[in-house]
């Protein structure tokens, strides 16, 4: 005899993590026992049934502070002012998801009464993806041009006033 178990479904609206009461973390088996962490900033939220959120690594707590610099260290998370952007890019009428990853700067005042940061993306798409096939084959037959093409922005944003 078979018995199916029904999964509950998330529920429908928006609902916001109740920072002071929830917790995200991880655990890892090491040696004998467990390692155990937690990130003191962190998001969660269902927004119609689908759960978004996210953990800045940079804000990763353990029980020795020493351990928290090593895990973001490249060891570990490479914590620091990294960024990743998800979104969709249109090119001749295609249009394909894209990751976008990088680095962003802390606001910082400018000469001029300004307030700015630095943005600094990169990614990669194919080209024949968006329908761009041309190419000019070498001597030795292999393409003078890659398929790959990687997409670089790096941007000084500065408030509206």
Sequence with gaps: MTTLEQTKALPVGTWTADTVHSEIGFR?????GAFRGTFASF???VVDG???GTADVSSVQVKDPNLEAHLQSPDFFDAG????????????????PIELTGTIGDPIADPYGNERFGLELE???DRTAFGIDWNNPLPSGEPALANDVTLVAQLQLVKAA
Aim: zero cysteines; glycine letters at 10%; a negative charge.
């Design 28 to 32: 890892v088996d090491y040696m004998a």
């Design 43 to 45: 998001t969660a939220e």
């Design 123 to 125: 990614g990669k798409i």
């Design 50 to 52: 689908k759960l978004h």
């Design 81 to 96: 002012n990294e960024i990743t952007v998800h979104g969709e890019i249109t090119i001749k009428g295609q249009t394909h």
